[in-house]
Each structure stands twice: as C-alpha cells, then as structure tokens.
C-alpha cells in the first residue's frame, strides 16, 4: 500500500524540550508541567539523566502517557518479545540513548545488533478472570461476585484501568476484574481457566500479580562502527534524521495458525529495547497516537471503504487504545501490544493514505458515556450478519448500555425485534437488505456462507474430547438477540458434551466466521451442512454495516450513533 508523503515527526524531544501548555500526567490527580524522561513525561527538572535506573524501569510499567508538540498522546506497543536477540537499523543512522531522552546521547552506524547478556524473570502468580465489568456494568460488583460464589468460588476484585485528564476533562477508564485461584505456573493457571470456561462459561484470560520485576542486562554492538554499550534493564534507540526504524524478525502469525513467519517492520517514533518478564528482551515502540492509528487502522478495514467508515473506525480503534490503558500487559514494559490481543498494528508497512486522512480528520475525537467522564467501549467486527449482539452474551460481564445488539437500520418489520430459534433460519435464507451487504465482492461470503463439516474429524477440534468420535448431531440450545449460537450440545458416537460461549463455538466447529448458524437437517456429501451470517461476535461497530451506512450518506456520527447506543463524539485534542 502507497505511505503518504509526510514530514516524520521527531521521535525523541531535545534535553531543553518542555510542553508548552499543562498537561494531566494519566493516573495523578495533578496538573504538572513537564519535560521529556525516558520517553515518558516526569514532573519539570526531572529530566531523564536524573532518574536512576528503578524509577526509569518503573515508568516502564507505569500507565502514564505523555503529549507529544502537537497534542497527541504517545503511547509504548510491544513489538517483539521472549527472544534473546534483536537488530535494529535505520538508513540515516542510529541515535543510541542509555538513559533516555534528555541524557547521553550516542552516535552509531546503520544497525545494532543487541544481545541478552543475563536476564532474571518476573516472580509473579497468575488469577483466574471470572468477569470483568466496565462503565456503568461496575455498579453489578457485588451481585456478580455472589453470583459466583454461590458457585462455589473464592472471589476477590481487582481493579485496572486509570483515570487521567485531557484538556481539563477527567477521563475514567476503570474497570473491576473478579478473580479466582492463584497459581505460580502460567500454563497451569491457563489449564484451570479452560476447564473454568468450559464448565462455567468464566471469561478465564489471566490476571498477573507481580511480586519481583524481571532483571537483565544487554549488549548493544555497531559492527561497523566496532562499537559495544552495555546497559542493564532497558536502552532507547531512534533514527538519526526522524525517519523510520526497522525492526528485523518480527514474528507474525501465519494464516492458519501454525509456525509464526519473521519479516522485517519499519516504526515511526522512538524504539526501546528492554527485559521483559520473561528474562528475555522485548522490543517496544514509543509512538505517537496518529502514528499508531495510521498503521492499525488500515490492518482493520478496507482502505478502499467510503471516508465515513474509515473515520469511523479510527474513532473506534482510538476508543479501543484508551479503554486498554492500565488494564491489560500489566506485567510487561510497555501498555499495550501489536497483535489480535490487543489491536494489530504492524507499523509504517500498512499505511495508506485514506486511512491517514480519516485518522487525521478525527484527531481527537472519541466515542463517550452519557456525562461524557467515561469512554465507550468501541469494540468491533467484521460483519454482524444484520444484527448486532449484546455485549454481555458473547464476553462474562454485565450488560453495557452502549453495547445493546441492535438490527440493521435496513431490516424489515420481521427480524426487527431480534432474531430467535423460531425466526434465526427464515432470517439466514431470506438474506434481507441490509446495510451490512455494502459490496458485494467484499462482504458475500461474510453477510451469509455455508460449511460442511466432516464428522469424523470434528472431535478433534478445540474445545471437543478426541473420544467422542465421530459426530453424529449438532444441536444449538441457546442464541443470542442476534440469533447467535451461545450454547452447542455435539453428539458424538461415544457421548455428547455441551460447549458454552460464541467463540469456544467457532472454534469447536473448526474457526466458523460466526456463531449466527442453523444446522442443515440433512448430510451433504457425508458431511454435516451449516447456513450461517455474519463475520465476527458481532457486537458494536459493523465494519460492513458502516461501509454501507457511509455509502448511503451517512456521517461518522450517525454511524458511531447507530452502534454505540446513546454515545457522543467528544474532541479531546
């Protein structure tokens, strides 16, 4: 895809750089001003070569933030991690900065190579998640934890997240994680939390809680310069002339989940390498949130969609990197990740100048809560089949307001009250008009498909017992407002088991595209025949929908509007 032509910004400020106007350092309740450290912004005069080493590594894993010149926040996304080797190189040449903007700076050649010379792991245990409420859902505290203890749990609440303030509004991203267990092993932990998702339908990701931060030491080598820097804990690299650094062997996953393949990714912004808790090294960017956005957005949705859909999704992916501030990679030297956990964000190699533009016509704006104190959750998929889902039937956690699964604008009179055991296969052979159907090359193998399913390997699939054989019956017992399978009794020739929640169903069922199936009454060619909608969980913003929306006219606002029940759009900078 074509980069737009473009003055890159410089990615680390000079030692006599200061903010020109007050800013909220994120989770304080003070305004500071403020001056460049480590990349992330300390109180004035605590410039980067003040620091000592624990409180720069501490600001690693803190959930502060800094503005950058132009007002946007930076924010640090994990790039690379668990390896005990990585190359780094730009063509203008390499800044090495030891202790972080503000302090010595080093002047190398084109490529470092930085090797692990010893590294301790984090000593932490790992909680089980049951349910994670947000927004207004957090009132629900108490009575989902009775819930679950009538089940015969322990439960206690942790709370993640942080408040922090943007041009004197305060913002509030909290949320409260009710967990369970505690085990020293993370594959163990993770074992218990699949049974607990399967029995119990628990959202089961992991709650880490650190009692030792990880300890290392690495060596940075310029070859052609016969150039070696030792550092211990973490060392700052940026582009001499404020162009792109390359990141050599980054993993990405394969298409079928097999072994990752490595390629090579080109950054805007300042690059650091450091220990993660692994005791190994991990490669983290320091970027600017329109750069961010410019190299996510485009791996989210077609850069060819109309411009209101595009700027509907950089409000809902700007939306989804606020709400993940402080709640997630809680264990790790950096706030958030590059891949499908977090958002996919593969640098300058995805960019496309739509996509640039529609993030920069939004510069700011995001989706709030009514009081507009708290973000909405602006979650997303591909397709919603017609009809979006509720959030609390597809994720463990208590129902938001403003993710209520709605129909289509276009659906006629019929399916327009929800869709149900009695209407879900009149509904997925109809194929009615819909928003959602915006192109017909793009969306139809999305908006209605069907699979066949061999039998005899089905058992074999996440989630199945290899010993029920060959399966003989699939049979949905419960679906949601969109007609989405939520629960799945599987017949096999030697039992049957029943498997709980959208995706554990889709994954069970081979990666079906959606949950929104029927089950066909007759075998075709030996194999079991689904109709099926849909493309994704469903819940809040239909990409296909808000390609067809923004076809018709529609703005960023009404489309944001239609899947965010009761949202406003807010510019905070």
């Known amino acids: ?153 322990e439960v206690a609440d942790h709370e993640v997240g942080t408040v922090f303030g943007v041009a004197g509004r305060v913002l509030d991203n909290r949320r409260v994680l009710l967990v369970s267990d505690s085990f020293t092993s993370e594959d163990e932990a993770r074992r218990r939390a699949e049974t ?105 949705i077609f850069a060819s969609a109309p411009m209101a859909a595009l700027q509907a999704q950089a409000v809902a992916a700007r939306g989804q990197l606020l709400a993940k501030i402080g709640t997630r990679h809680l264990d790790d030297p950096f706030l958030l990740c590059s891949e499908q956990h977090c958002q996919v964000y593969a640098g300058r190699i995805r960019e496309h100048e739509r996509t640039t533009k529609a993030v920069r016509s939004t510069a700011g704006k995001i989706a709030m809560r009514p009081g507009e104190t708290q973000l909405v959750d602006t979650v997303y998929s591909a397709n919603c089949g017609g009809h979006g889902e509720d959030n609390d039937l597809v994720w463990p956690s208590a129902a938001d307001p403003q993710l209520r699964g709605r129909p289509d604008p276009l659906l006629d009179k019929a399916f327009a009250k929800g869709i149900t055991a009695k209407n879900v296969e009149a509904f997925l052979r109809a194929t009615p008009k819909s928003y959602s159907v915006p192109e017909p090359e793009i969306s139809r193998t999305a908006y209605r498909w069907k699979e066949l399913l061999d039998p005899a390997t089905l058992a074999g699939n996440p989630g199945l017992d290899p010993a029920l054989g060959t399966i003989r019956k699939l049979e949905v017992r419960s679906r949601g407002k969109s007609g989405r399978a939520l629960s799945l009794r599987v017949t096999g020739e030697r039992g049957e088991l029943e498997v709980h929640g959208e995706l554990r169903i889709r994954k069970a069922l081979g990666g079906l595209r959606s949950s929104l199936f029927v089950v066909l009454p007759e075998l075709q060619d030996g194999k079991l025949a689904l109709l099926g909608g849909g493309h994704g969980h469903g819940v809040g913003l239909c990409q296909h929908g808000a390609m067809g929306m923004a076809k018709a006219g529609k703005d960023c606002e009404e489309i944001l509007g239609h899947y965010y029940a009761e949202a406003t759009l807010v510019k905070l900078w």
């Open 1 to 153: 895809m074509a980069s737009p032509a473009r003055r890159p910004p410089a990615p680390l400020p000079p030692r006599s750089a200061a903010l020109s106007r007050r800013r909220w350092l994120a989770g304080t309740g003070a305004v500071v001003s403020a001056v460049a450290c480590s990349g992330l912004w300390a109180p004035r005069h605590a410039i980067a070569s003040d620091l000592s080493l624990g409180d720069r590594l501490k600001l690693l894993y803190s959930n502060q933030f800094h503005f950058n010149d132009r007002g946007e926040p930076q924010i640090t996304v994990g790039l690379v991690g668990n390896v005990e080797r990585v190359r780094l190189s730009a063509k203008g040449g390499l800044l090495v900065l030891p202790s972080g903007a503000g302090g010595t700076t080093i002047e190398g050649g084109e490529s470092f190579e930085i090797t692990l010379v010893r590294g301790r792991a984090a000593k932490q245990r790992f909680a089980i998640v049951l349910e994670e409420l947000a927004g207004p859902a957090m009132r629900a505290i108490d009575r989902e934890a009775e819930r679950w203890r009538a089940l015969g749990f």
């Open 196 to 300: 607990l998702r399967q029995r119990h339908g628990a959202l089961a990701k992991l709650h880490p809680i650190v009692g030792e931060r990880s300890q290392g030491a690495m060596l940075a080598h310029d070859a052609s310069h016969k150039l070696r820097i030792s550092a211990e804990g973490v060392l700052w690299f940026a582009s001499k002339d404020g162009g792109p650094v390359t990141v050599h062997d980054v993993p990405v996953d394969s298409a079928r989940g097999g072994e990752p393949r490595l390629e090579s990714r080109e950054y805007w912004g300042g690059l650091y390498v450091a220990i993660d808790r692994h005791g190994k090294l991990a490669v983290a960017n320091l970027v600017s949130e329109s750069e961010l956005l410019a190299g996510l957005v485009p791996a989210e």
